[in-house]
Structures are given as structure tokens and as C-alpha cells.
């Protein structure tokens, strides 16, 4: 069975920084597309960033040029390194890759979320 942990949520002062870090487990051949989204309250998640297993990067505008995404194949895991920490950015933040598992067909797989809020 896949599964996708996110940790490194919580409290950040506007300005402030954050590192999101996700890790995949279970029998996977092979992760493709790695990226994260966010859903704020009262809001429909929403596209952040993405990274490709070579390492091509795609960020949402509201979060260009001040997130960071990366990724390490040999952890099977994302990172989202966020600075320059805007209020807006408050939201559960949640991890998405779309996996190749050993013995079921490929899909794409959620992590559980992690709580970001920027707040002073």
C-alpha cells in the first residue's frame, strides 16, 4: 500500500519561512510527477508547485519567485521550502505524486495534509 506523509507545518510570522517536507513508502517501481496544493478554509484546493522527476519545476503565480520546490528520488520524497510567508498563504497544505506501484495499476496518491499558518 502507498502512502504519502507530509510533515513540517505550522505557525510562521509574516515574512517568515517554512519547509514542508513529504516522503512516499509502500511497494512503488517508480514516482513520476511530484508537486503540492493547498486548500484554505472556505476555499477549493488549489495548484502550488510541481517538479518532475528530472527536476523540471511549475509554480502556481501567487507563490512564484518565493517557493521553492526539490525533490530527492533515492528518499522518494518532495520538499516545498516556503519564505517570504504571506497571511494568504495560510491553508492545510497537502502532497501529491503520481505513483507507479509494484503490484496495482498507477494512479495519482494524496498525503493526509499539514497545517500552515502564517500568522503575527
Known amino acids: 500500500q502507498v502512502q504519502l506523509v507530509e510533515s513540517g507545518g505550522g505557525l510562521a510570522q509574516p515574512g517568515g519561512s517554512l519547509r514542508l517536507s513529504c516522503a512516499a513508502s509502500?511497494?512503488?517501481?517508480?514516482?513520476?510527477?511530484m508537486g503540492w496544493y493547498r486548500q484554505a478554509p472556505g476555499k477549493q484546493r488549489e495548484f502550488v508547485a510541481s517538479i518532475t522527476r528530472t527536476g523540471n519545476t511549475n509554480y502556481a503565480d501567487s507563490v512564484k519567485d518565493r517557493f521553492a520546490i526539490s525533490r530527492d528520488n533515492a528518499k522518494r520524497a518532495v520538499y516545498l521550502q516556503m519564505s517570504s510567508l504571506k497571511p494568504e498563504d495560510t491553508a492545510v497544505y497537502y502532497c501529491?505524486?503520481?505513483?507507479?506501484?509494484?503490484?496495482?495499476?498507477?494512479?495519482?496518491?494524496w498525503g493526509q495534509g499539514t497545517q500552515v499558518t502564517v500568522s503575527s
Open positions: 501529491n505524486a503520481f505513483v507507479y506501484p509494484t503490484t496495482t495499476t498507477p494512479t495519482y496518491y
Open positions: 509502500g511497494s512503488i517501481y517508480r514516482i513520476d510527477n
